[in-house]
Nanobody, 123 residues
C-alpha cells in the first residue's frame, strides 16, 4: 500500500516561488508514475505535471514553463518547484501515484494512491 505525504505548502505573494515535496513509501513495484494535482474550492481536481520512473515528464499547459516536477535519486521523494505564482494558483496541492502504468496530467482518475494534500495560497 503506497503512502504519500505532501509538505511545503504555505502563503506566498504573487510572483513568488514555492517548492512542494511528496514523500513516498510502501511502493512494491519498480516502474512507477507519479504526479502533482491541485483542487481549488468549487473546481474539479486538475492535473499539473507527471513524472515516471524513467524520468519522462509531462505538464499541463496551465503550468508549463512555470512549474517543474522532479524526484530525488532514490526515487522516494517527488518535488514540484513553482515559480511566478499567481492568485489563481491558490489550491490544495496533492501528489498521487498511478501504479505501474503511467498516465498524463489529464488522466486524474487513473491515479490510485493520493496524499492528503497541502494548501498553497497566493495572496
Amino acid at each position: 500500500h503506497v503512502q504519500l505525504v505532501e509538505s511545503g505548502g504555505g502563503l506566498v505573494q504573487p510572483g513568488g516561488s514555492l517548492a512542494l515535496s511528496c514523500a513516498a513509501s510502501g511502493r512494491t513495484y519498480t516502474n512507477w508514475c507519479m504526479g502533482w494535482f491541485r483542487q481549488a474550492p468549487g473546481k474539479e481536481r486538475e492535473g499539473l505535471a507527471t513524472l515516471d520512473s524513467s524520468g519522462i515528464t509531462a505538464y499541463a499547459d496551465s503550468v508549463k514553463g512555470r512549474f517543474q516536477i522532479s524526484r530525488d535519486s532514490a526515487q522516494n521523494t517527488l518535488y514540484l518547484q513553482m515559480n511566478s505564482l499567481a492568485p489563481e494558483d491558490t489550491a490544495v496541492y496533492y501528489c498521487a501515484d498511478s501504479g505501474q502504468w503511467c498516465y498524463g496530467p489529464g488522466d486524474v482518475s487513473e491515479y490510485k494512491f493520493w496524499g492528503r494534500g497541502t494548501q498553497v495560497t497566493v495572496s
